[in-house]
Structures are given as structure tokens and as C-alpha cells.
């Protein structure tokens, strides 16, 4: 409850509160029970930016203390900062998977090409 700030919270019911507080909510119950893997869909979504950092904190945690983390989201940068591999698809079919580093090289993508502009050459979507 302290590490997302829900000590405040802790006698309210759930439809009182609101959209971001619900989502920190949902994420310290999922890991209570100390999960082998996670898998999560957006989890930045509603958050303001101290508890996203505190989120992304926790993902990096519990995935260096060895938990597999799967993590689905439209947002590149967050990938590119959590992720020690990429999986990038489009269309439901499996375009490219690795690291940025590996992306990059098997796409011919310069050093300093950011996963959102590989991301936007791989799919053909730079000018969409």
C-alpha cells in the first residue's frame, strides 16, 4: 500500500476511486502473492508521472530479481526504457523481436535510431 500510495485510500470503496488510483490498486493486488510472471497491457494508462516512475520501478525490480515481465504497450519509449527484448507486431503477425540493439542491425537501422522511428520503418507507417 505505501509503495503506491494507497495508505490513503485503504478504507474507500473501489468505485469511489479514481481511474489512476484503481490502476495502482490493481497492480500491488497482482503482486501480492510474489508471481512468478507478469503480464501486463498498458499499465502507464491513467497514472500520473511519479506513479508511472514508481511502476516502472517495480517492473525493472522484479524482473532483475529474475520474474519474467511481459508487457504490452503503445508506448515505444516505456518498451525501450523497461525491456531487455522487443517483440514489434503489426497486423497480428510477429515483424521483429529482439533487442533494440539486434533490431537495429537486422532492419539497418543507425545507432541512433530510437525504437519509435525503427518501429515506424518496420511497419511502413512513417508517413500515416
Given at each position: 500500500?505505501?509503495?503506491?500510495?494507497?495508505?490513503?485510500?485503504?478504507?474507500?470503496?473501489?468505485?469511489?476511486?479514481?481511474?489512476?488510483?484503481?490502476?495502482?490498486?490493481?497492480?500491488?493486488?497482482a503482486?501480492?502473492?510474489?508471481?512468478e510472471?507478469?503480464?501486463v497491457?498498458?499499465?502507464?494508462?491513467?497514472?500520473?508521472?511519479?506513479?508511472?516512475r514508481?511502476?516502472?520501478?517495480?517492473?525493472?525490480?522484479?524482473?532483475?530479481?529474475?520474474?519474467t515481465?511481459?508487457?504490452?504497450?503503445?508506448?515505444?519509449?516505456v518498451?525501450?526504457?523497461?525491456?531487455?527484448?522487443?517483440?514489434?507486431?503489426?497486423?497480428?503477425?510477429?515483424?521483429a523481436?529482439?533487442t533494440?540493439?539486434?533490431i537495429?542491425?537486422?532492419?539497418g537501422g543507425?545507432?541512433?535510431e530510437?525504437l519509435?522511428?525503427?518501429?515506424?520503418?518496420?511497419t511502413?507507417?512513417?508517413?500515416?
Amino acid at each position: 500500500m505505501e509503495r503506491f500510495s494507497l495508505v490513503p485510500y485503504a478504507r474507500q470503496r473501489i468505485e469511489n476511486l479514481s481511474h489512476g488510483t484503481r490502476q495502482r490498486l490493481a497492480f500491488a493486488s497482482a503482486l501480492l502473492h510474489e508471481p512468478e510472471v507478469i503480464i501486463v497491457d498498458e499499465p502507464m494508462v491513467g497514472l500520473d508521472p511519479k506513479n508511472a516512475r514508481v511502476v516502472k520501478e517495480e517492473l525493472k525490480a522484479r524482473s532483475r530479481a529474475g520474474v519474467t515481465v511481459f508487457l504490452s504497450t503503445h508506448l515505444l519509449n516505456v518498451a525501450e526504457e523497461l525491456a531487455d527484448r522487443i517483440g514489434i507486431i503489426h497486423h497480428g503477425k510477429l515483424r521483429a523481436i529482439g533487442t533494440v540493439e539486434e533490431i537495429r542491425t537486422q532492419f539497418g537501422g543507425a545507432a541512433s535510431e530510437s525504437l519509435e522511428e525503427l518501429f515506424l520503418g518496420i511497419t511502413g507507417e512513417e508517413g500515416e
